[in-house]
């Protein structure tokens, strides 16, 4: 019973295995490099061209201008499941060592694929993600136009 099972378990497979495929339902695409594992990484496909990329991920530096001190050092990390880390060094002040350190959520919006928005946590700042850096925009989501500042974290080589 077994063998008579066996064989035509192997006679379906040959079967299948050899036959033509149908022109309606081509094949698969085989050159898949990666998979999805978590609901973070699957909730990510969901989102603009950007989101997708996964190159965005990871930490930009840079320092910031500051109104009343000689700029602000600041770290942002983003990570895939859409969180962040913020951390802000006011230089010249006389508190000069303190780090300030918030932990939130973002998320992209809506019309444009390539801005971000940071929870409460982080003030809701709106940053440009471009290509190995970001930038510091409006609550608009506009450039800000001073020349003589800077608004841009690159991202951090690791």
Known sequence: MQKTFLALCLSFTMLVACSKPNE???P???????SIDDSASAAALDTPDTANAFDWV???QGTLPCHDCSGIDTEVELTLDRHFVLKQKFLGKSNNNYVN???GSFQFLNDSNHLIQLDSSG?????YIGTQFIEMRGDKGQ????????????????
Do not use: C, M, W
């Open 58 to 60: 990871g930490t930009y």
């Open 101 to 103: 350190e918030v932990k």
């Open 28 to 34: 698969p695409d085989l050159n898949v490099t990666a």
């Open 24 to 26: 309606n339902n081509p």
């Open 143 to 158: 450039v800000l136009h001073q020349p003589e500042f800077n608004f841009k974290l690159t991202k951090s080589l690791e």
């Open 123 to 127: 003030d809701s700042r709106i940053y």
